[in-house]
């Protein structure tokens, strides 16, 4: 069996460099979000997926009342 060839080990090294910026950009973005309290809870994402599973309806706004 051929191994996968992921699009990581296909990319130009510009591409490569533009994905770390945009990863870098997103890991500071959530440092802010989390810095800010802005965050879902636990709890609150394993009740939602509880509901998922079990094909419950879910929220439209699946977000935490810790969330601002």
């Known amino acids: 069996m051929a191994a996968k060839i992921t699009p990581v080990?296909?990319?130009t090294e510009p591409?490569?460099?533009a994905r770390?910026?945009?990863e870098s950009q997103q890991i500071?973005?959530?440092r802010e979000d989390l810095r800010?309290?802005?965050f879902i809870a636990d709890e609150d994402v394993?009740?939602?997926l509880d509901r998922f599973v079990r094909?419950?309806?879910l929220p439209e706004?699946?977000?935490s009342p810790r969330t601002e």
Do not use: I
Request: proline residues 8%.
């Open 9 to 11: 080990e296909t990319e």
């Open 15 to 17: 591409e490569r460099l």
């Open 20 to 22: 770390l910026a945009w």
């Open 28 to 30: 500071e973005e959530a």
């Open 36 to 38: 800010a309290g802005r």
């Open 46 to 48: 394993d009740a939602w």
């Open 55 to 57: 094909g419950e309806p």
């Open 61 to 63: 706004d699946p977000s």
